[in-house]
């Protein structure tokens, strides 16, 4: 069984960083392609970064220089390193890998293909 679990969420106050990590049981990251999600109150969930197989990576336009994705091989552990949170940035960020489908802009729901972590909640003070 696929197993994805997030970590390191918290509060943190405005222009803050943070670090979550998802690590993986019954999966291997390397050699896949691993995401991180979010998904704000009342909002679609989108894209925050991609790890492509190749290693090239991918960030939502609102990243803007601030995040970071990356992989620990020997760990078997996904980051994601955040710079300069704004309280709008306040979401549960959730941990996917092996290509997952975003269903009725809802993160996290499983379908035939990818897995999900279950999510962090990441808030960000004024």
């Known amino acids: 069984e696929v197993q994805l679990r997030e970590s390191g969420g918290g509060s943190v106050q405005a222009g803050g960083s943070m670090r979550l990590s998802c690590t993986a049981s019954?999966?291997?990251?390397?050699?896949?392609?691993i995401d991180w999600y979010r998904q704000a109150p009342g909002k679609a969930c989108e894209l925050v970064s991609h790890?492509?197989?190749?290693?090239?990576?991918v960030y939502g336009d609102f990243v803007k220089g601030r995040f970071t994705i990356s992989l620990d091989t020997l760990k078997n552990t996904l980051y994601l390193q955040m710079n300069g949170l704004q309280p709008e940035e306040t979401a549960v960020y959730y941990c996917a890998a092996d290509g997952v489908s975003v269903v009725a802009g809802i993160c996290g729901t499983w379908t035939d293909f990818g897995y999900w972590g279950k999510g962090a909640l990441v808030t960000i003070s004024s």
């Open positions: 019954g999966f291997t990251f390397d050699g896949s392609n």
């Open positions: 790890l492509s197989r190749d290693g090239s990576t």
